[in-house]
C-alpha cells in the first residue's frame, strides 16, 4: 500500500522567514496530495491541495510543488507568521480524494 | 463547520466494553471516513464509505465495525475496547475528489 513520509517532524523558523516541509509518496498510481493544518485542539483543515497533472499550485503566502518522477511533493509557507504555528500533515490519495494515506506530520512554530 | 458533528466529545471506557462514536453531516456529502490520530502515526484511515451501504477498510480496520444505513450518519463501533485504542478520533465527509472536512474529534479512552 502507499507510504507517505514527511520531513522534518519539528521545524521552527523566525516570524517573516520562509519554512518548506517535504514529503515522499511511494505509489506512483497516487494522484491527489491535499495538506492539512492542525492548530492545537482543533480538527485538520485543508490549506491546500494539489492533483498529479499540476506541477505547482499557490495560495497567497502558500504553495506546493509536485515532483512526479522523483515521487515528492513539498509545501512553502513564505513570511510565516505566528498563526502559522501548528501541525502540517501531507496526504496522498489515488482516485482523486479517496482513501487517504497521511504523513506523520510536521510541528511548525513560528517564534516572534 | 457546523455541518459535521461528533458524539461523544470525550469518552472513558473500560476494557472489554463494546462502544459506538456517532459522526453526523448535513451537506449530503457521498463520502465519509474514520480516522484515528495518535502521537507520531499522524492521521491513520479506519474504515470509509463511498455511499450508504458502501463502506471499505482503510489501513487499520481491525478490532473496529462501521455501518452507514443513511447517508447523513456513519457510526464507528469497537467491538471489545482495548487500551491500544485509545485515541482520538476524527469523522470526516466529503464529495469525491475534493477536500474533507473534519468533525471535531472525539477522544477516547480505554481504561
Known amino acids: 500500500g502507499e507510504n507517505v513520509e514527511q520531513h522534518p517532524s519539528t521545524l521552527s523558523v523566525q516570524e517573516g522567514d520562509s519554512a518548506v516541509i517535504k514529503c515522499t509518496y511511494s505509489d506512483s498510481a497516487s494522484n491527489y496530495f491535499p495538506w492539512y493544518k492542525q492548530e492545537l485542539g482543533k480538527r485538520p483543515q485543508l490549506i491546500i491541495d494539489?492533483?498529479?497533472?499540476?506541477g505547482e499550485k499557490k495560495d497567497q503566502r502558500i504553495a506546493v510543488t509536485l515532483n512526479k518522477t522523483a515521487k515528492h511533493f513539498s509545501l512553502h509557507i513564505t513570511e510565516t507568521q505566528p498563526e502559522d504555528s501548528a501541525v502540517y500533515f501531507c496526504a496522498a490519495s489515488k482516485n482523486y480524494g479517496q482513501n487517504f494515506v497521511f504523513g506523520p506530520g510536521t510541528r511548525l512554530s513560528v517564534l516572534p | 463547520d457546523a455541518g459535521i458533528t461528533q458524539s461523544p466529545r470525550y469518552k472513558i471506557t473500560e476494557t472489554g466494553r463494546q462502544v459506538t462514536l456517532m459522526c453526523h453531516q448535513t451537506?449530503?456529502?457521498?463520502?465519509m471516513f474514520w480516522y484515528r490520530q495518535d502521537l507520531g502515526h499522524g492521521l491513520r484511515l479506519i474504515y470509509y464509505s463511498a455511499a450508504a451501504d458502501i463502506t471499505d477498510k482503510g489501513e487499520v480496520p481491525d478490532g473496529y465495525v462501521v455501518s452507514r444505513s443513511k447517508t447523513e450518519n456513519f457510526p464507528l463501533t469497537l467491538e471489545s475496547a482495548t487500551r491500544s485504542q485509545t485515541s482520538v478520533y476524527f469523522c470526516?465527509?466529503?464529495?469525491?475528489?475534493?477536500?474533507?472536512?473534519f468533525g471535531p474529534g472525539t477522544r477516547l479512552t480505554v481504561t
Open positions: 451537506w449530503s456529502h457521498s463520502y
Open positions: 470526516a465527509s466529503g464529495q469525491g475528489a475534493k477536500e474533507q472536512y
Open positions: 494539489i492533483r498529479s497533472n499540476v
